[in-house]
Protein backbone atom coordinates (compact mmCIF):
# COMPACT_ATOMS: atom_id res chain seq x y z
CA UNK A 1 0.00 0.00 0.00
CA UNK A 2 1.34 3.37 -1.35
CA UNK A 3 -0.31 5.82 1.02
CA UNK A 4 1.95 8.87 -0.79
CA UNK A 5 0.16 7.92 -3.90
CA UNK A 6 -3.15 7.24 -2.26
CA UNK A 7 -3.36 10.95 -0.28
CA UNK A 8 -2.56 12.37 -3.52
CA UNK A 9 -5.60 10.87 -5.44
CA UNK A 10 -7.94 11.13 -2.44
CA UNK A 11 -6.43 15.36 -2.63
CA UNK A 12 -7.40 15.05 -6.07
CA UNK A 13 -10.50 14.04 -5.92
CA UNK A 14 -11.12 16.31 -2.81
CA UNK A 15 -10.18 19.24 -5.03
CA UNK A 16 -12.10 18.46 -7.82
CA UNK A 17 -15.54 18.86 -6.09
CA UNK A 18 -14.89 21.89 -4.22
CA UNK A 19 -18.09 22.81 -3.54
CA UNK A 20 -19.45 19.27 -2.06
CA UNK A 21 -15.98 18.89 0.25
CA UNK A 22 -16.42 22.45 1.72
CA UNK A 23 -19.98 21.54 2.75
CA UNK A 24 -18.88 18.11 3.87
CA UNK A 25 -16.21 19.94 6.20
CA UNK A 26 -19.02 22.86 7.31
CA UNK A 27 -21.12 20.35 8.36
CA UNK A 28 -18.27 18.73 10.89
CA UNK A 29 -16.99 22.55 11.41
CA UNK A 30 -20.62 23.83 12.88
CA UNK A 31 -20.99 20.49 14.96
CA UNK A 32 -17.78 20.63 16.49
CA UNK A 33 -18.12 24.54 17.52
CA UNK A 34 -21.65 23.70 18.68
CA UNK A 35 -20.27 20.88 20.92
CA UNK A 36 -17.65 23.26 22.50
CA UNK A 37 -19.98 26.09 22.78
CA UNK A 38 -22.62 24.14 24.14
CA UNK A 39 -20.10 21.93 26.96
CA UNK A 40 -17.66 25.11 27.74
CA UNK A 41 -21.23 26.86 28.31
CA UNK A 42 -23.13 24.24 30.39
CA UNK A 43 -20.26 23.34 32.25
CA UNK A 44 -19.53 26.89 33.17
CA UNK A 45 -23.37 27.09 34.36
CA UNK A 46 -22.55 24.45 36.64
CA UNK A 47 -19.54 25.42 38.24
CA UNK A 48 -21.13 28.86 39.14
CA UNK A 49 -24.30 27.22 40.88
CA UNK A 50 -21.82 24.32 42.62
CA UNK A 51 -19.48 27.22 43.47
CA UNK A 52 -22.20 29.26 44.67
CA UNK A 53 -23.97 26.87 46.35
CA UNK A 54 -20.79 25.54 48.33
CA UNK A 55 -19.44 29.18 49.20
CA UNK A 56 -22.86 29.91 50.55
CA UNK A 57 -23.54 27.17 52.68
CA UNK A 58 -21.99 24.36 55.36
CA UNK A 59 -20.45 21.33 53.78
CA UNK A 60 -21.96 19.65 57.13
CA UNK A 61 -24.87 21.18 59.16
CA UNK A 62 -25.68 20.26 62.75
CA UNK A 63 -28.62 21.40 64.43
CA UNK A 64 -31.99 20.32 66.08
CA UNK A 65 -34.75 18.88 64.43
CA UNK A 66 -38.15 20.95 65.58
CA UNK A 67 -40.82 18.28 65.64
CA UNK A 68 -44.16 19.75 66.30
CA UNK A 69 -45.53 15.39 66.89
CA UNK A 70 -46.74 14.69 70.11
CA UNK A 71 -48.36 11.17 70.95
CA UNK A 72 -51.20 11.40 72.76
CA UNK A 73 -51.26 9.15 76.39
CA UNK A 74 -54.79 7.70 75.30
CA UNK A 75 -52.36 6.19 71.62
CA UNK A 76 -50.22 4.40 74.44
CA UNK A 77 -53.90 2.68 76.58
CA UNK A 78 -55.10 -0.96 74.94
CA UNK A 79 -58.10 -0.44 72.63
CA UNK A 80 -60.77 -2.71 72.72
CA UNK A 81 -62.72 -4.23 69.50
CA UNK A 82 -64.62 -1.52 67.82
CA UNK A 83 -63.56 1.21 70.08
CA UNK A 84 -61.60 4.63 68.76
CA UNK A 85 -59.39 7.09 70.75
CA UNK A 86 -59.90 10.59 69.60
CA UNK A 87 -58.33 13.62 71.13
CA UNK A 88 -59.84 17.41 69.93
CA UNK A 89 -57.23 20.85 69.93
CA UNK A 90 -53.97 18.71 70.97
CA UNK A 91 -51.40 21.44 71.65
CA UNK A 92 -47.94 20.61 70.12
CA UNK A 93 -45.33 20.09 72.51
CA UNK A 94 -42.71 22.81 73.08
CA UNK A 95 -39.31 21.82 71.76
CA UNK A 96 -36.81 24.33 71.60
CA UNK A 97 -34.06 24.39 68.18
CA UNK A 98 -30.98 24.29 70.76
CA UNK A 99 -28.40 21.64 70.51
CA UNK A 100 -27.69 20.01 73.62
CA UNK A 101 -24.04 20.43 74.74
CA UNK A 102 -23.43 22.59 71.35
CA UNK A 103 -19.68 24.17 72.05
CA UNK A 104 -18.58 21.07 73.71
CA UNK A 105 -19.68 19.18 70.60
CA UNK A 106 -17.75 22.17 68.35
CA UNK A 107 -14.33 21.97 70.37
CA UNK A 108 -14.54 18.41 69.92
CA UNK A 109 -15.13 18.17 66.05
CA UNK A 110 -12.88 20.75 64.88
CA UNK A 111 -9.74 18.64 66.37
CA UNK A 112 -10.92 15.26 63.76
CA UNK A 113 -9.23 15.42 61.07
CA UNK A 114 -10.81 16.77 57.71
CA UNK A 115 -12.13 19.21 59.09
CA UNK A 116 -11.46 23.01 58.07
CA UNK A 117 -13.31 24.95 59.94
CA UNK A 118 -16.49 25.16 62.78
CA UNK A 119 -18.49 27.77 63.21
CA UNK A 120 -21.47 28.07 66.21
CA UNK A 121 -24.89 30.37 65.28
CA UNK A 122 -28.15 30.90 66.76
CA UNK A 123 -30.43 31.92 64.02
CA UNK A 124 -34.08 32.91 64.36
CA UNK A 125 -36.90 34.32 62.22
CA UNK A 126 -37.39 38.12 62.62
CA UNK A 127 -39.18 41.29 61.60
CA UNK A 128 -36.73 44.25 60.66
CA UNK A 129 -39.16 47.31 61.43
CA UNK A 130 -37.49 50.82 60.22
CA UNK A 131 -39.91 53.22 60.49
CA UNK A 132 -43.70 51.96 58.89
CA UNK A 133 -41.40 49.10 56.74
CA UNK A 134 -41.60 45.75 58.39
CA UNK A 135 -40.40 43.00 56.49
CA UNK A 136 -39.30 39.38 57.72
CA UNK A 137 -36.32 37.50 57.24
CA UNK A 138 -33.64 35.83 59.26
CA UNK A 139 -31.23 36.58 62.16
CA UNK A 140 -28.06 34.82 62.63
CA UNK A 141 -26.25 35.51 65.35
CA UNK A 142 -22.15 34.57 64.68
CA UNK A 143 -18.70 34.10 66.45
CA UNK A 144 -17.42 36.46 63.39
CA UNK A 145 -13.47 35.05 63.34
CA UNK A 146 -14.50 31.03 63.08
CA UNK A 147 -17.69 32.38 60.46
CA UNK A 148 -15.32 34.67 57.95
CA UNK A 149 -12.72 31.21 57.94
CA UNK A 150 -15.80 29.42 56.52
CA UNK A 151 -17.68 31.87 54.19
CA UNK A 152 -14.86 34.49 53.88
CA UNK A 153 -17.38 37.29 54.53
CA UNK A 154 -14.47 40.30 54.23
CA UNK A 155 -14.81 39.57 50.80
CA UNK A 156 -19.03 39.27 50.79
CA UNK A 157 -19.03 42.87 52.25
CA UNK A 158 -20.19 45.90 50.31
CA UNK A 159 -20.43 48.39 52.71
CA UNK A 160 -18.81 48.86 56.17
CA UNK A 161 -16.93 45.85 57.80
CA UNK A 162 -17.79 42.67 59.33
CA UNK A 163 -14.87 43.58 61.97
CA UNK A 164 -17.30 46.24 63.45
CA UNK A 165 -19.76 43.53 65.16
CA UNK A 166 -16.51 42.88 67.49
CA UNK A 167 -16.59 46.46 68.75
CA UNK A 168 -19.96 46.88 68.63
CA UNK A 169 -22.45 44.34 70.07
CA UNK A 170 -25.61 46.23 69.13
CA UNK A 171 -24.35 46.28 65.11
CA UNK A 172 -25.94 44.28 62.30
CA UNK A 173 -24.47 43.48 58.98
CA UNK A 174 -27.51 43.33 56.66
CA UNK A 175 -27.97 41.70 53.30
CA UNK A 176 -27.69 44.30 50.60
CA UNK A 177 -30.91 43.75 49.07
CA UNK A 178 -33.04 43.58 52.42
CA UNK A 179 -31.39 46.66 53.05
CA UNK A 180 -32.27 48.75 50.11
CA UNK A 181 -35.47 47.14 50.81
CA UNK A 182 -35.52 48.75 54.81
CA UNK A 183 -33.91 51.75 52.87
CA UNK A 184 -30.65 51.69 55.71
CA UNK A 185 -27.48 51.97 54.83
CA UNK A 186 -24.58 52.36 57.67
CA UNK A 187 -25.02 53.99 60.99
CA UNK A 188 -28.68 53.59 60.30
CA UNK A 189 -30.70 51.96 63.27
CA UNK A 190 -33.09 48.74 62.75
CA UNK A 191 -35.67 47.63 65.26
CA UNK A 192 -35.53 43.65 65.29
CA UNK A 193 -38.55 41.64 66.59
CA UNK A 194 -38.18 38.08 67.25
CA UNK A 195 -41.51 35.80 66.70
CA UNK A 196 -41.50 35.14 71.12
CA UNK A 197 -41.59 39.56 71.85
CA UNK A 198 -37.66 40.12 71.84
CA UNK A 199 -37.31 43.23 70.68
CA UNK A 200 -33.86 44.90 70.20
CA UNK A 201 -32.69 48.79 68.38
CA UNK A 202 -29.71 47.60 66.45
CA UNK A 203 -27.14 49.80 64.54
CA UNK A 204 -26.23 48.78 60.77
CA UNK A 205 -22.26 48.96 60.44
CA UNK A 206 -22.48 47.07 57.14
CA UNK A 207 -24.45 45.19 54.37
CA UNK A 208 -23.17 42.24 52.54
CA UNK A 209 -24.05 40.29 49.47
CA UNK A 210 -23.54 36.99 48.90
CA UNK A 211 -24.85 37.33 45.05
CA UNK A 212 -27.59 34.74 45.67
CA UNK A 213 -31.18 36.50 46.02
CA UNK A 214 -32.20 33.76 48.66
CA UNK A 215 -29.51 34.85 51.27
CA UNK A 216 -29.53 38.88 50.54
CA UNK A 217 -33.24 39.09 50.51
CA UNK A 218 -33.30 38.15 53.79
CA UNK A 219 -30.42 37.28 56.31
CA UNK A 220 -28.89 39.41 58.81
CA UNK A 221 -25.59 39.10 60.81
CA UNK A 222 -25.07 40.49 64.75
CA UNK A 223 -23.02 38.57 67.78
CA UNK A 224 -23.94 35.48 69.11
CA UNK A 225 -24.55 37.27 72.07
CA UNK A 226 -27.44 39.40 70.93
CA UNK A 227 -29.08 37.40 69.13
CA UNK A 228 -29.27 35.25 72.59
CA UNK A 229 -30.03 38.10 74.64
CA UNK A 230 -33.19 39.04 72.04
CA UNK A 231 -34.37 35.47 72.44
CA UNK A 232 -33.75 35.44 76.32
CA UNK A 233 -31.37 32.38 76.33
CA UNK A 234 -27.92 31.78 77.72
CA UNK A 235 -24.72 31.71 76.51
CA UNK A 236 -24.65 28.09 76.02
CA UNK A 237 -27.42 28.12 73.98
CA UNK A 238 -26.63 27.10 70.23
CA UNK A 239 -29.40 26.04 67.51
CA UNK A 240 -26.23 25.34 64.74
CA UNK A 241 -23.14 24.24 64.28
CA UNK A 242 -21.44 25.01 60.30
CA UNK A 243 -18.48 22.79 59.54
CA UNK A 244 -16.68 23.08 56.40
CA UNK A 245 -14.34 20.24 55.07
CA UNK A 246 -10.52 19.60 53.40
CA UNK A 247 -12.58 18.05 51.19
CA UNK A 248 -16.31 18.54 50.07
CA UNK A 249 -17.43 15.32 49.20
CA UNK A 250 -16.65 13.66 51.91
CA UNK A 251 -18.82 15.59 53.75
CA UNK A 252 -21.71 13.07 53.51
CA UNK A 253 -20.06 10.31 55.04
CA UNK A 254 -19.08 12.55 57.74
CA UNK A 255 -22.13 13.67 58.36
CA UNK A 256 -23.46 10.55 58.90
CA UNK A 257 -20.82 9.54 61.26
CA UNK A 258 -21.44 12.98 63.30
CA UNK A 259 -25.37 11.91 63.49
CA UNK A 260 -24.97 8.22 65.24
CA UNK A 261 -21.63 9.95 67.60
CA UNK A 262 -23.70 12.70 68.85
CA UNK A 263 -27.38 11.21 68.13
CA UNK A 264 -27.77 14.54 66.66
CA UNK A 265 -29.73 15.67 63.41
CA UNK A 266 -26.93 17.15 60.23
CA UNK A 267 -27.73 17.62 56.79
CA UNK A 268 -24.61 17.79 53.94
CA UNK A 269 -24.58 20.44 51.37
CA UNK A 270 -25.35 18.26 48.64
CA UNK A 271 -28.82 17.70 50.41
CA UNK A 272 -29.70 21.01 50.52
CA UNK A 273 -28.64 21.67 47.34
CA UNK A 274 -30.52 18.84 45.87
CA UNK A 275 -32.20 20.64 43.05
CA UNK A 276 -28.75 22.47 41.80
CA UNK A 277 -27.84 19.24 40.98
CA UNK A 278 -30.54 17.25 39.48
CA UNK A 279 -30.59 20.63 37.37
CA UNK A 280 -26.68 19.51 36.81
CA UNK A 281 -27.54 16.14 35.72
CA UNK A 282 -29.74 17.43 33.49
CA UNK A 283 -28.40 20.02 31.73
CA UNK A 284 -25.52 17.70 31.50
CA UNK A 285 -27.30 14.81 29.42
CA UNK A 286 -28.96 17.84 27.11
CA UNK A 287 -25.41 18.85 26.40
CA UNK A 288 -24.76 15.46 25.36
CA UNK A 289 -27.41 14.42 23.32
CA UNK A 290 -27.39 17.74 21.76
CA UNK A 291 -23.92 17.83 20.79
CA UNK A 292 -24.01 14.22 19.80
CA UNK A 293 -26.76 14.66 17.30
CA UNK A 294 -25.12 17.30 15.41
CA UNK A 295 -22.27 15.04 14.82
CA UNK A 296 -24.40 12.22 13.64
CA UNK A 297 -25.79 14.51 11.82
CA UNK A 298 -22.61 15.94 9.83
CA UNK A 299 -21.67 12.48 9.57
CA UNK A 300 -24.70 11.22 7.46
CA UNK A 301 -23.63 14.72 5.36
CA UNK A 302 -20.46 13.31 4.75
CA UNK A 303 -21.75 9.41 4.18
CA UNK A 304 -23.88 11.18 1.81
CA UNK A 305 -20.85 13.04 -0.06
CA UNK A 306 -18.58 9.80 -0.22
CA UNK A 307 -20.93 7.53 -1.33
CA UNK A 308 -21.77 9.66 -4.32
CA UNK A 309 -18.15 10.21 -4.62
CA UNK A 310 -18.12 6.61 -5.13
CA UNK A 311 -20.76 6.13 -7.56
CA UNK A 312 -19.24 9.22 -9.74
CA UNK A 313 -15.68 7.60 -9.50
CA UNK A 314 -16.83 4.31 -10.51
CA UNK A 315 -14.40 4.19 -13.69
CA UNK A 316 -11.48 5.65 -12.02
CA UNK A 317 -11.80 3.23 -9.36
CA UNK A 318 -12.09 0.78 -11.94
CA UNK A 319 -8.92 1.58 -13.63
CA UNK A 320 -7.25 1.97 -10.46
CA UNK A 321 -7.77 -1.95 -9.45
CA UNK A 322 -6.57 -2.69 -13.30
CA UNK A 323 -3.98 -1.01 -12.77
CA UNK A 324 -2.73 -2.85 -9.80
CA UNK A 325 -4.73 -1.08 -7.26
CA UNK A 326 -5.78 -3.42 -4.00
CA UNK A 327 -9.21 -3.22 -2.15
CA UNK A 328 -7.13 -1.64 0.65
CA UNK A 329 -5.80 0.84 -2.11
CA UNK A 330 -8.90 2.43 -2.38
CA UNK A 331 -10.03 1.86 1.26
CA UNK A 332 -7.53 4.24 2.08
CA UNK A 333 -7.81 6.49 -0.64
CA UNK A 334 -11.58 7.44 0.73
CA UNK A 335 -10.92 6.92 4.02
CA UNK A 336 -7.96 9.79 3.78
CA UNK A 337 -10.72 11.92 2.23
CA UNK A 338 -12.68 11.71 4.98
CA UNK A 339 -9.82 12.35 7.38
CA UNK A 340 -8.78 14.93 5.67
CA UNK A 341 -12.20 16.15 5.63
CA UNK A 342 -12.62 15.30 9.33
CA UNK A 343 -9.16 17.14 10.22
CA UNK A 344 -9.90 20.57 8.73
CA UNK A 345 -13.43 21.05 9.72
CA UNK A 346 -12.46 19.85 13.34
CA UNK A 347 -9.53 22.05 13.81
CA UNK A 348 -11.74 25.36 11.90
CA UNK A 349 -14.58 24.38 14.26
CA UNK A 350 -12.28 24.23 17.20
CA UNK A 351 -11.48 28.00 16.36
CA UNK A 352 -14.90 28.88 15.69
CA UNK A 353 -16.03 27.07 19.17
CA UNK A 354 -13.03 28.86 20.87
CA UNK A 355 -14.24 32.42 19.24
CA UNK A 356 -18.22 32.13 20.02
CA UNK A 357 -17.11 31.16 23.58
CA UNK A 358 -14.97 34.13 24.33
CA UNK A 359 -17.39 36.36 22.74
CA UNK A 360 -19.76 34.57 25.14
CA UNK A 361 -17.30 34.88 28.72
CA UNK A 362 -17.14 39.00 27.65
CA UNK A 363 -20.94 39.33 26.99
CA UNK A 364 -22.58 41.34 30.03
CA UNK A 365 -25.05 39.57 31.91
CA UNK A 366 -27.68 40.91 34.05
CA UNK A 367 -28.75 39.02 36.39
CA UNK A 368 -30.78 41.85 39.22
CA UNK A 369 -30.51 40.51 42.47
CA UNK A 370 -31.44 37.12 42.52
CA UNK A 371 -27.49 35.89 41.80
CA UNK A 372 -24.07 37.89 41.17
CA UNK A 373 -23.00 37.52 37.42
CA UNK A 374 -21.48 39.66 35.66
CA UNK A 375 -21.31 37.92 32.03
CA UNK A 376 -22.05 34.38 30.68
CA UNK A 377 -19.91 31.73 32.49
CA UNK A 378 -17.73 30.27 30.60
CA UNK A 379 -15.40 27.23 30.92
CA UNK A 380 -12.45 26.61 28.75
CA UNK A 381 -10.92 23.28 28.77
CA UNK A 382 -8.34 21.55 26.75
CA UNK A 383 -10.07 18.39 27.42
CA UNK A 384 -13.17 19.69 25.70
CA UNK A 385 -11.34 20.99 22.52
CA UNK A 386 -9.52 17.43 22.53
CA UNK A 387 -12.97 15.68 23.19
CA UNK A 388 -14.60 17.30 20.06
CA UNK A 389 -11.92 16.85 17.86
CA UNK A 390 -12.06 13.31 18.71
CA UNK A 391 -15.46 12.71 18.37
CA UNK A 392 -15.62 14.89 15.13
CA UNK A 393 -13.02 12.81 13.74
CA UNK A 394 -14.03 9.44 14.65
CA UNK A 395 -17.59 10.05 12.85
CA UNK A 396 -15.99 10.92 9.60
CA UNK A 397 -14.17 7.72 9.89
CA UNK A 398 -17.11 5.97 10.41
CA UNK A 399 -18.72 8.06 7.44
CA UNK A 400 -16.40 7.23 4.81
CA UNK A 401 -15.69 4.00 6.09
CA UNK A 402 -18.77 2.22 4.82
CA UNK A 403 -18.52 4.05 1.19
CA UNK A 404 -14.80 2.91 1.02
CA UNK A 405 -16.16 -0.51 1.63
CA UNK A 406 -18.03 -0.35 -1.14
CA UNK A 407 -15.87 1.27 -3.27
CA UNK A 408 -12.78 -1.56 -2.54
CA UNK A 409 -16.01 -4.75 -3.70
CA UNK A 410 -16.32 -3.04 -7.26
CA UNK A 411 -15.43 -4.99 -10.05
CA UNK A 412 -13.48 -3.22 -12.91
CA UNK A 413 -13.83 -5.88 -15.69
CA UNK A 414 -17.76 -5.04 -15.43
CA UNK A 415 -17.48 -1.29 -14.72
CA UNK A 416 -15.41 -1.50 -17.92
CA UNK A 417 -17.63 -3.27 -19.88
CA UNK A 418 -20.31 -1.34 -19.05
Known sequence: MNLNLSFQIAKTHLLAKKRQTLV????????????IVMISFMQGVNQFLEDSALDASPHVRIYNDVNTQRPSILDDGEKGDGQVNIVYHQKPKQQLARIKNGLQMMRMIERMPGVLGVSPEVSSQAFFNNGPIQISGVIAGIDYPRENRLYNLDNRIKTGSFTSLLANPNGIV???????????GVGDKVSVTT?????????????????IGTIDNIRCYTSISTVQEMLGKDASYITDIHIKMNDPLQALAFG???????NTHTEDWSTANQAILAGEKIRNVMTFVVSMTLLVVAGFGIYNIMNMNVINKLKDIAILKATGFGGKDVVAVFLLQAIIIGLAGGFLGLGIGFGISYLLSITPFETGDMISLKTFPVIFRVEYYIMGLAFGLITTILAGYFPSKKAAKIDPVAILRG
Open 256 to 262: KTLSKQF
Open 174 to 184: VGSTLARKLNV
Open 195 to 211: PLGGNLTLRVVGTFGFG
Open 24 to 35: AMLGVTFGIAMF
